[in-house]
């Protein structure tokens, strides 16, 4: 039953290598642009359906001491979840089709931040209601705390 639904390997790398040409026909810049904001799309999806389906699995008991180690661990993280964004490159390198960049780049960047950060927010509160935070799986703390051990969503 599992073979009927999970495709072959040569069904996949066929998929590849039209998802390749079809870049390619459309023109390398143009096509790897697409490309990357579909991927980005799919990644915020991800995060967003995470978020939903997560805020209807929270305990409010889980976070009962909301900052248990005080805030201290909370500000350096948080300096470490600054230096994981990465789209200064993109939103920059975008200058050149700006009609003002001296007022949207910045406007952009910052805005562009401030997503990231909400949703940074967003998913750690949903990921410690559904799991008690001493109890979040390094490993794995997604699949942990969707398992049948915590959410219970069966995906």
Not at 72 to 84: D, E, H, I, N, R
Request: proline share 6%; net charge neutral.
């Amino acid at each position: 039953v599992l073979s009927s639904v999970v495709p072959s390997a040569q069904f996949l790398a066929s998929l590849i290598f039209m998802a390749v040409t079809v870049v390619l026909v459309m023109g390398v810049d143009k096509g790897m642009r697409q490309a990357n904001g579909l991927l980005v799309a799919l990644k915020v999806f991800i995060v967003l359906l995470i978020i939903v389906v997560g805020s209807g699995r929270m305990h409010a008991e889980n976070l009962a001491p909301f900052a248990p180690f005080g805030l201290a661990p909370v500000a350096s993280t948080s300096a470490l979840c600054c230096f994981s964004y990465t789209g200064f490159g993109a939103v920059s390198s975008a200058a050149e089709e700006c009609v003002n960049p001296q007022r949207d780049l910045p406007m952009a960047i910052i805005i562009s931040l401030l997503c990231c950060a909400l949703l940074y927010v967003a998913f750690s509160i949903v990921l410690c209601g559904v799991v008690p935070f001493r109890e979040i799986s390094i490993s794995a703390p997604v699949a942990m705390a969707f398992g049948p051990q915590y959410g219970n969503v069966p995906w």
